[in-house]
């Protein structure tokens, strides 16, 4: 797989919570030039970086990173989002509502979420590190009773992140229209490769590009 193939799956993320805006410059320059699938990128830079650069595939978070906030907070920052010119939602579960077993309280937050992103693209973070795989599975058939577009390993600002595994996990147990994203942790140009070997449509990363770049 070449360089450019990889990178044409890579969501190009900087959600460090003190970025300033050269440091989200300096990110989406790098997406253009090297053709990353998106920039993911906190949502108070939203409209300016649509300003700056209206062609680019902004994708932004919401309920991120914890998710514990009420299902209309969500709401109220996916349309926003959207509105200031993001492409891409990627909402963090409330994990709680997981650990407590209320899996239905999941997917009916997931399906209202994939209402109010009409259509843009909406991806399911359900943090992988803090769930069984009984759990695990569980979110696979919300996700996809949802129909949400992607389901996503991680927010990287948990205890852990992708694994191989969770990926087999997920291949096992999603409907055929849902997509992974493999984040949090992927550091090297091998697991870059190997993650969307193992049908990952999407990566969210911070370092592909400075890798390839070396």
């Known amino acids: 797989m070449t360089n450019e193939e990889m990178l044409s799956h890579v969501d190009h993320t900087l959600l460090k919570p003190f970025a300033k805006w050269e440091d989200i410059v300096k ?3 790098e997406a253009v030039e090297f053709k990353c699938a998106s920039v993911c990128i906190p949502p108070c830079y939203i409209e300016r970086v649509h300003k700056k650069y209206p062609s680019l ?10 998710g514990y906030s009420v299902t209309e907070s969500k709401l ?9 010119g993001a492409s891409e939602i ?29 259509d843009k693209i909406l991806k399911v973070i359900i943090e992988t590190c803090y769930l069984t795989d009984d759990e695990k ?13 992607y389901i996503k390993t991680s927010t990287g600002f948990g205890t852990g992140g992708a694994t191989f595994e969770d990926i087999e996990l997920f291949k096992k147990h999603i409907g055929p229209n849902v997509r992974m994203k493999a984040a949090g942790g992927v550091s090297t140009l ?6 969307i070997e193992l049908g990952c449509d999407r990566v969210g990363t911070s370092r592909a590009v400075g890798l390839i770049s070396k």
């Open 27 to 29: 990110l989406c320059d």
């Open 90 to 118: 990627d909402m963090v579960i409330n994990i709680s509502d997981v650990k407590n077993g209320d899996y239905d309280k999941t997917e009916e937050e997931i399906k209202a979420l994939r209402a109010a992103c009409k």
């Open 76 to 84: 109220a920052e996916t349309k926003k989002a959207i509105a200031d």
């Open 137 to 149: 599975i569980a979110m696979c058939k919300a996700v996809t009773a949802a129909r949400a577009d």
């Open 57 to 66: 595939n902004i994708c932004t978070v919401v309920g991120f990173p914890l």
């Open 190 to 195: 091998e697991d870059l490769e190997k993650f």
